[in-house]
């Protein structure tokens, strides 16, 4: 069971962080839509920026290690997270107008829904395209310099 938990690791933490940020998302989408009658448009947009900041701090320290070295490397870092985001929060908003505007769903279990196959996509990314590719662009090309 060590050995499955440790090969997982970063899965397990990004899991952990990741309900974390839906929670967030969830919850303000919640207060926004459900109890202070914002337009769920715009209330999805609010509450997926509040869990995408969620998301990036706690993947960058917690889930990926990736050190804050500079403000140049945490600001690409950042900003290749919003760029790889934009297709996530993309499919956010599509599933919750679908959703809502065609099948009229119930709004907070459609974005319970939209949170678990968002999330999904956002590990693959995160892990792949962010902070591993920063890393190793820091590593390989800006250390050849000196």
Sequence with gaps: MKKIIQKHQSFI??????????GVNLLVFHILY?????????ANVISYICGMLVTFFTNKKMVFHSAYDSFTKVAKEFVSF???????FLLDNFIMVVGIEFLPLNADLLKIFDQMLVGLLNYYFSKWFIFNTTQK??????????
Aim: aromatic fraction near 16%; charged fraction near 15%; glycine fraction near 2%.
């Design 34 to 42: 459900q109890n202070l009658d914002f337009n769920y448009l715009i």
């Design 137 to 146: 662009f820091e590593k390989n090309i800006l250390h050849k310099k000196h």
């Design 82 to 88: 919003c760029n790889v985001r934009l297709l996530s």
């Design 13 to 22: 933490a990004y899991a952990f962080f990741g309900v974390l940020a839906s």
